[in-house]
């Protein structure tokens, strides 16, 4: 059986995106499953656009992913030689020419070609064929080298997501492979690379559809073997239009600073083009144990953040408190959150996370018990009624000497609320307001346990 070797191959002209992470997580699976090799590697043939800085946003979406790479990253302008080496090897074959075509000279056959009502295309000047006499070649001029794509004839593969997919090669004019400068053009590169590092199966955005006939005809010519393709569907907003910034964050990188975690996200782009039955909750090693080809789907996703929330908070509630207190302490000392003397993070975490979505939910809702409370005179004089005053101050006074645990300050509580004939709400939403400053907390008692009887008493003084 063939050693499946898969790849990753995103141009560092921006972020990586949700799409660009969903294709890096299908070949890093596809690989895993069969045991083969993950390549990643960076498409930085494109001098104007590409960056540094977006060469790092890959990285480092890639690696809060978790999404590690066997081999790699290798840079294509590090290869220029031997890009230049395959040029000059379809050269001497006759694969390839050159043509001193200027872009103006280019420009104005497509026109032609557009106003006849045909599609826009190089016309093939100079073009070697068998009996053909070529133009003298214009001296000072640096020619592009095209490839001689077949006239004519058709280009089919069997597409794993879309199925059998064929362009006719006349619809496909003499690509340029080479610059005037020498620098190869994308397609030629995509063709060696994936040669050179004996790529099995090519899963990438159905926006590189047309670019696959063209990259086919470049294999068959050098005498490589081809891989499998795929191509996947893009994402959609909930509204089914293209996903974009107006939707939400598109850069993966936003999501952790959204506090959303790493697992949550695999898996749920995981369901955004492959099922497994109805199995909507798994780990990636689940994921690469299930992953295969057949369960593609050919139809575009739409991203549900609701969904993505839903699952977060999943994967919260399994989280260990200790690498959530991690996230959270950052957020909430920039909300002027003290620690010194206050409960411990991690068990005010446990508390809360029932009903937390993200991080950034948790940690908002945790800053109650991290800041002096300001209870609202209104709200106070709704809730701290004469007829309730007597048994907080019945509260305040078993408080000294109650053993400080949720079970016992439960206890307690009702035992007041029986001695003073009160319903459980009447008593807990003082309670509640005085201690922390506002209504809605998890059950009082556990409140009341975290915060410790100095700052529960020393509150309830404050104000009974």
Not at 407 to 417: D, I, S
Request: aromatic share 8%.
């Amino acid at each position: 059986m063939t050693v499946v070797r898969t790849r990753f191959a995103p141009s560092p002209t921006g972020y990586l995106h949700l799409g660009g992470a969903r294709t890096a997580l299908y070949s890093w699976a596809y690989a895993r499953h069969f045991g083969g090799t993950f390549v990643l590697r960076i498409e930085d043939t494109d001098l104007e656009r590409s960056t540094p800085e977006a060469v790092q946003a890959i990285l480092d979406g890639m690696q809060w992913l978790g999404l590690a790479h066997d081999e790699g990253p290798f840079y294509q302008m590090q290869r220029m030689d031997r890009y230049r080496e395959v040029v000059g090897q379809m050269l001497a074959a006759g694969t390839a020419y050159q043509c001193y075509c200027s872009p103006a000279e280019v420009e104005a056959m497509r026109e032609r070609f557009r106003a006849a009502g045909e599609k826009p295309r190089y016309d093939g000047t100079w073009r070697p064929e068998d009996g053909k006499t070529l133009p003298v070649a214009p001296s000072g001029v640096q020619p592009v080298i095209r490839f001689k794509n077949p006239l004519d004839g058709d280009v089919t593969w069997n597409d794993v997501v879309k199925g059998t997919i064929t362009i006719g090669n006349k619809e496909l004019d003499d690509l340029v492979i080479a610059r005037p400068d020498g620098t190869p053009t994308y397609n030629f590169c995509v063709a060696v690379d994936d040669w050179d590092m004996q790529i099995t199966h090519v899963l990438r955005g159905d926006d590189h559809v047309n670019n696959t006939p063209r990259q086919i005809n470049i294999l068959r010519a050098i005498g490589a073997p081809l891989p499998q393709y795929g191509h996947l569907p893009m994402i959609l907003g909930a509204d089914g239009e293209k996903l974009s910034k107006r939707h939400g964050a598109v850069s993966v990188m936003d999501y952790p600073e959204q506090g959303y975690l790493p697992e949550a996200m695999l898996n749920y782009l995981a369901r955004l083009g492959w099922s497994h039955g109805n199995d909507e909750v798994f780990t990636m090693d689940q994921f690469c144990e299930w992953f295969n080809l057949e369960h593609l789907t050919a139809s575009a996703a739409r991203f549900d953040h609701e969904k993505l929330g839903w699952l977060n908070n999943h994967y919260i509630k399994l989280a260990d408190n200790e690498r959530l207190a991690g996230l959270a302490r950052p957020r909430m000392q920039a909300e002027g959150a003290s620690f010194d003397g206050a409960p411990s993070l991690p068990a005010v975490l446990a508390l809360m996370k029932e009903r937390s979505n993200t991080v950034v939910e948790l940690a908002d809702a945790a800053m109650l018990f991290y800041r002096t409370p300001n209870p609202d005179a209104a709200l106070l004089a709704q809730h701290l009624t004469d007829a309730v005053r007597p048994a907080l101050v019945d509260f305040a006074a078993r408080c000294a000497d109650v053993e400080w645990t949720k079970p016992a300050l439960a206890a307690m509580l009702k035992e007041v609320l029986v001695a003073h004939g009160l319903k459980m709400p009447l008593m807990a939403m003082p309670l509640r307001l005085l201690v922390t400053g506002q209504l809605q907390t998890p059950a009082i008692d556990a409140v009341l346990e975290l915060f410790g009887r100095e700052v529960v008493c020393a509150r309830l003084q404050k104000f009974i």
